[in-house]
């Protein structure tokens, strides 16, 4: 929470002179002060950074844990922080809603809030009159014969229909438009006075900030982070308890008279093991990488080969590889060549000489000269 104060000032003076004397003599000063104030929110993740942390180093000053425990349960602080961090992240956090609070501070010399008041109760009245007038001027006009509304009423005699019965008509349909215009001007003058009421001093409220939640309407966009989610909540809960206390116990090391020292070996030998599994994994992870290396190149050199080929056969194996046929497909195929590209394409003897050209193209140069040669 935070504020913001403001404040005004304005005064005023009158005097009034008669004979070189002061008749009269008055003055006024006024002063407004106001206070704003809002709210900061804070996310989930920012009182758990708060709440988690202070906690743990409580209970430690106060000896309610080890040095070994305070460890432990600073490690399962900071993976749950991160994993909460990256689920408030992934589905957008729904924080609450800041709100403000803002006072018009406005001292001025046109009027008091007092006076403000005294206006807008006689102007109520003044509204609430010509509306009476208005609506009974309105039943004067519908009643006056010819009977109805004015917009309808016969402009000329006719029949039953009189010329000092449409002048009556006409009478009563004016007043009833005046009365009408007298209303909306009365309830135009009301609603400026409150306007001004609101602003002296009155407190507007306004809160912002809306649920993301709405960023996330698509179906399809949910269930994908419904399983981002599930799968970070699943790493969470996968905390090695046991491994941790090793860590631990290990780094203090084994004393001399240690009554321990099972427990010791037994960790020491976990992490060995760890290391090793760690090490497998990874050499695993190396292997699949160089075979999906190994593959890509292979795929890679096939497709240079029948590219090569493919151009080769085009060129009839060379007799017929000029400038202008080569230009020919150039343009055919989309591909400007280079310069340099286009004096190694001229100089090509053999199918290898073709294979090393094609490799010094791009692959999506080398696709579509292959493709323009069918």
Same mark, same amino acid.
């Given at each position: 929470?935070?504020?913001?104060?403001?404040?005004?000032?304005?005064?005023?003076?009158?005097a009034t002179f008669s004979a070189d004397k002061a008749q009269a003599l008055s003055?006024?000063?006024?002063?407004?002060?106001?206070?704003?104030?809002?709210?900061?929110?804070?996310?989930?993740?920012?009182?758990?950074?708060?709440?988690?942390?202070?906690?743990?180093?409580?209970?430690?000053?106060?000896?309610?844990?080890?040095?070994?425990?305070?460890?432990?349960?600073?490690?399962?602080?900071?993976?749950?922080?991160?994993?909460?961090?990256?689920?408030?992240?992934?589905?957008?956090?729904?924080?609450?809603?800041?709100?403000?609070?803002?006072?018009?501070?406005?001292?001025?010399?046109?009027?008091?809030?007092?006076?403000?008041?005294?206006?807008?109760?006689?102007?109520?009245?003044?509204?609430?009159?010509?509306?009476?007038?208005?609506?009974?001027a309105a039943k004067a006009a519908f009643d006056q014969a010819p009977e109805g509304?004015?917009?309808?009423?016969?402009?000329?005699?006719?029949?039953?229909?009189?010329?000092?019965?449409?002048?009556?008509? +006409? *009478?009563?349909?004016?007043? @009833?438009?005046?009365? !009408?215009?007298?209303? $909306?001007?009365?309830? #135009? &003058? =009301?609603?400026?006075?409150?306007?001004?009421?609101?602003?002296?001093?009155?407190?507007?409220?306004?809160?912002?900030?809306?649920?993301?939640?709405?960023?996330?309407?698509?179906?399809?966009?949910?269930?994908?982070?419904?399983?981002?989610?599930?799968?970070?909540?699943?790493?969470?809960?996968?905390?090695?308890?046991?491994?941790?206390?090793?860590?631990?116990?290990?780094?203090?090391?084994?004393?001399?008279?240690?009554?321990?020292?099972?427990?010791?070996?037994?960790?020491?030998?976990?992490?060995?093991?760890?290391?090793?599994?760690?090490?497998? +994994? *990874?050499?695993?992870?190396? @292997?699949?990488?160089? !075979?999906?290396?190994? $593959?890509?190149?292979? #795929? &890679? =050199?096939?497709?240079?080969?029948?590219?090569?080929?493919?151009?080769?056969?085009?060129?009839?194996?060379?007799?017929?590889?000029?400038?202008?046929?080569?230009?020919?497909?150039?343009?055919?195929?989309?591909?400007?060549?280079?310069?340099?590209?286009?004096?190694?394409?001229?100089?090509?003897?053999?199918?290898?000489?073709?294979?090393?050209?094609?490799?010094?193209?791009?692959?999506?140069?080398?696709?579509?000269?292959?493709?323009?040669?069918?």
């Open positions: 929470m935070f504020t913001a104060l403001a404040t005004s000032l304005s005064a005023g003076a009158e003055g006024e000063i006024k002063h407004a002060l106001s206070e704003n104030a809002a709210t900061i929110e804070r996310t989930q993740t920012i009182n758990i950074l708060r709440e988690a942390m202070f906690r743990n180093c409580e209970r430690y000053l106060s000896g309610a844990v080890s040095t070994d425990e305070f460890i432990v349960q600073a490690a399962r602080d900071q993976r749950a922080m991160v994993h909460i961090l990256a689920i408030e992240q992934i589905t957008g956090v729904a924080r609450a809603q800041s709100t403000a609070l803002t006072t018009l501070a406005k001292a001025t010399d046109a009027g008091t809030t007092e006076e403000t008041i005294k206006l807008l109760d006689g102007a109520r009245q003044r509204e609430a009159d010509a509306k009476k007038a208005s609506a009974a509304e004015c917009a309808s009423a016969p402009k000329a005699a006719s029949g039953a229909v009189t010329d000092a019965q449409i002048k009556e008509k +006409k *009478a009563k349909c004016d007043a @009833a438009d005046g009365a !009408a215009a007298a209303h $909306k001007e009365a309830a #135009a &003058y =009301q609603a400026t006075l409150a306007t001004a009421l609101q602003r002296q001093g009155e407190a507007l409220v306004a809160a912002w900030g809306a649920a993301s939640s709405a960023h996330n309407n698509a179906p399809a966009a949910g269930r994908e982070i419904a399983q981002t989610v599930l799968e970070i909540v699943r790493q969470s809960d996968d905390f090695n308890e046991i491994e941790m206390t090793c860590v631990v116990r290990l780094r203090n090391g084994l004393k001399i008279g240690d009554g321990d020292k099972e427990f010791y070996d037994a960790c020491l030998g976990l992490v060995k093991q760890l290391a090793q599994t760690q090490r497998a +994994k *990874a050499e695993s992870e190396e @292997a699949e990488y160089n !075979a999906l290396v190994s $593959k890509f190149q292979s #795929a &890679y =050199q096939k497709g240079i080969a029948d590219q090569s080929d493919m151009l080769w056969a085009y060129f009839g194996q060379g007799s017929k590889l000029d400038a202008v046929r080569l230009d020919a497909l150039a343009a055919k195929a989309g591909v400007p060549l280079a310069h340099t590209d286009r004096l190694d394409f001229l100089a090509v003897k053999s199918l290898s000489d073709m294979r090393v050209v094609v490799a010094k193209l791009t692959t999506s140069e080398a696709n579509r000269l292959a493709e323009a040669t069918r």
